[in-house]
């Protein structure tokens, strides 16, 4: 048995079973990844895929009960290589965040800007993905730190702490007729809506508010983040409902931004960790930036002494 193997063992799951995709994951040929698999079923003496001629169609009972195990093994792996390096050089590696483009845009900067004046040898990578990819990121231990509003908290994989609450508001061109009214959700549902696309940035809850006041809005576009949404209320397209953090009065010279927050409830964007994934001591202090009180001590504590 060998560490090849098991990264095919992941891989075959984390493709669909589709060889050729195991083999360019690996960098290495459909024969080769055939003949691992081989070598290991014989060597354990079990099937560890059902087949299908030579198609993979899924995993056996017992490959099931293995993939659990080759996860934990390739995780540790990883972990004795970050421990290694922690110990070798503690200011100098690289810290992977994956997050949304609201968070790295508006909640973000100085957060970053802090971390690394306290580290400035260590490489930060934002890696800006929908909720569903950062999960992904976060369990393929490709991300270190998970930021979003949505998904995070629904996974058992991962610890979660809340980062910060944050309201809808309304943005409407200088001068329009809502901003002189008392808003309300059926004024609202008059207008062409521009708002975040599904599955992003708390739309969920903007779709929930209308739906319980029995209420269809004209949702005339949706964008991945607010920058889109204010530049096609600027050009008339409709009105919009982005993150009131989203929202610069210097920069967004000719909108006006109307308080949102009686007709829909807060969000909370939280911060996720894998379970087991080992965290450089940097990886703190980035933790501690976005939240004082998320010390090592506390966040080992919720991680169950882990990480």
Not at 41 to 50: H, N, S, T
Not at 119 to 136: D, G, T, Y
Not at 179 to 193: K, M, N, V, Y
Request: net charge negative; proline share 3%.
């Amino acid at each position: 048995m060998n560490f090849q193997q098991l990264r095919i063992i992941r891989e075959a799951v984390q493709q669909n079973f589709n060889l050729t995709e195991v083999a360019n994951a690996l960098f290495t040929s459909q024969s080769g990844v055939s003949k691992h698999i081989k070598d290991l079923e014989d060597e354990l003496g079990v099937e560890l895929f059902v087949r299908r001629g030579k198609r993979l169609l899924g995993l056996t009972a017992p490959g099931k009960e293995l993939a659990v195990i080759v996860e934990r093994m390739l995780l540790d792996a990883r972990n004795i290589k970050r421990l290694a390096d922690q110990f070798a050089d503690a200011e100098v590696g690289q810290l992977t965040i994956a997050t949304t483009h609201t968070q790295a845009r508006y909640a973000l900067p100085q957060v970053v800007a802090r971390f690394k004046a306290a580290f400035p040898k260590v490489h930060l990578v934002l890696l800006q993905a929908n909720p569903a990819e950062i999960v992904e990121l976060l369990q393929s231990g490709q991300a270190d730190i998970g930021i979003a509003t949505e998904a995070l908290d629904q996974n058992a994989g991962f610890v979660t702490f809340p980062f910060y609450d944050w309201q809808h508001a309304v943005v409407v061109p200088a001068g329009h007729a809502l901003a002189g009214q008392d808003l309300t959700l059926e004024l609202l549902a008059e207008q062409p809506l521009i708002t975040y696309h599904e599955g992003y940035t708390g739309r969920g809850r903007i779709d929930a508010s209308f739906a319980a006041a029995g209420l269809a809005p004209d949702i005339v576009m949706s964008a991945l983040d607010a920058d889109v949404i204010k530049t096609y209320v600027q050009v008339g397209l409709g009105v919009g409902i982005v993150a009131s953090m989203a929202f610069e009065p210097l920069r967004d010279a000719g909108l006006e931004l109307l308080d949102a927050g009686h007709l829909f409830p807060s969000n909370t964007t939280r911060i996720a960790l894998k379970r087991g994934h080992y965290l450089r001591g940097y990886a703190y202090r980035f933790l501690q930036e976005c939240v004082a009180e998320l010390t090592e001590d506390a966040v080992r504590e919720a991680l169950g002494g882990e990480a």
